[in-house]
């Protein structure tokens, strides 16, 4: 994790500069603010990793001397049957379809992603699947 939050950190530093040099040269004011706001976002992400790989095990990207194999085993729990995704995905092609084609479209997709979002959240909260 440090070699990635080292990453983004170097390139919020990459769009800082080059947001200056844009907003100077250019005098263009959504994409000199559209550049700031992608520093911004670096800067976060590069941070969070930072701090988080203080707290976590060495990585085998962290080594210089690690192989690929060092670094297989089990990535985390992925869930294989959640429909949730899909109600997500339909939704949020109806809101954008609600940008093009009229505001009103909205009052369809907003329950149909609330409802996924809360599906997918309380996924193994419930049912079957609900933790003991």
Do not use: C
């Not at 769009?15 to 976060?44: D, H, N």
């Not at 690690?66 to 997500?88: C, K, M, N, R, Y």
Request: proline content about 3%; aromatic content about 18%; glycine content about 12%.
């Amino acid at each position: 994790m440090k070699v990635q939050g080292r990453m983004f950190i170097w390139l919020a530093v990459f769009i800082l500069v080059m947001a200056i040099v844009y907003g100077v040269w250019s005098k263009e004011p959504a994409g000199t603010t559209a550049l700031f706001l992608a520093f911004g976002l670096s800067i976060m992400i590069g941070y969070y990793l930072a701090f988080t790989a203080r707290r976590v095990d060495v990585g085998a990207q962290d080594n210089k001397d690690a192989d690929v194999a060092d670094d297989a085993g089990e990535l985390g729990f992925f869930s294989p049957h959640s429909w949730q995704p899909l109600s997500l995905g339909i939704g949020g092609a109806m809101a954008f379809l609600g940008v093009v084609f009229g505001w009103w479209l909205l009052f369809f997709s907003a329950p149909i992603i609330m409802v996924g979002l809360f599906g997918w959240v309380f996924e193994y909260y419930r049912g079957e699947n609900a933790n003991q």
